[in-house]
């Protein structure tokens, strides 16, 4: 059994509650629920500025999410992705900017794109997590779509050719609903 969560939006600057909010969930929470699998959705932290019309990454918000998924609850599997406001101001995902690679989960694995993840439990689950945040990271407001680029859907293309176990369910999350994501013609 696994639980889905999104929009974490850790922040020291608006709604400071959500981090004490995280760390009952991965502690508390989770102690009770005892999920094999946690999936999180994107927009791990928030990175805006006051104002609200500037953003870029906050190293401290992200030290606080590490922190803070770090502790949770028999160091269950923590599947994360990359939503728009992890993606702000970010030049590339292999650039230094990518707080992403650093901090979360996944990206200190190596999952700087779209990945699949294979739980063996009594049921197989293949856990399709797809990027689809633009390479260049935009800024507020022109950054509300997904994007799966050519590389991308090539990406997905490979991830699809691993999905065929006989037996297994195939689990698709990531943050964009698909009536938001743009994709180009190969």
Known sequence: WFIHITDTHVSHIEEPSRISDLRDFVTSSLAVL???????????????????MTASQSEEEWRTYKAVVDSR?????????????????????????????????????????????????????????????????????????????????ERLEELKKKLRNPGSLNIMFGHYPSSVIYQSSL
């Open 34 to 52: 005892k999920p094999e699998v946690v999936l999180c959705g994107g927009d791990l932290t928030d990175a805006k500025r006051p104002g609200h």
């Open 73 to 153: 609850w028999n160091n269950v599997t923590w599947l994360d992705i990359r939503g728009n406001h992890d993606n702000l101001n970010v030049i590339s995902r292999n650039s230094s900017s990518n707080m992403f690679a650093e901090f979360s989960v996944q990206g200190r694995q190596g999952n700087l794109r779209s990945y699949v993840h294979r739980h063996n439990g009594s049921q197989k689950i293949n856990f399709v997590a797809i990027d689809a945040t633009w390479e260049v990271g935009m800024t507020f407001p022109f950054n509300f779509e997904g994007y799966l680029d050519e590389q991308e859907q």
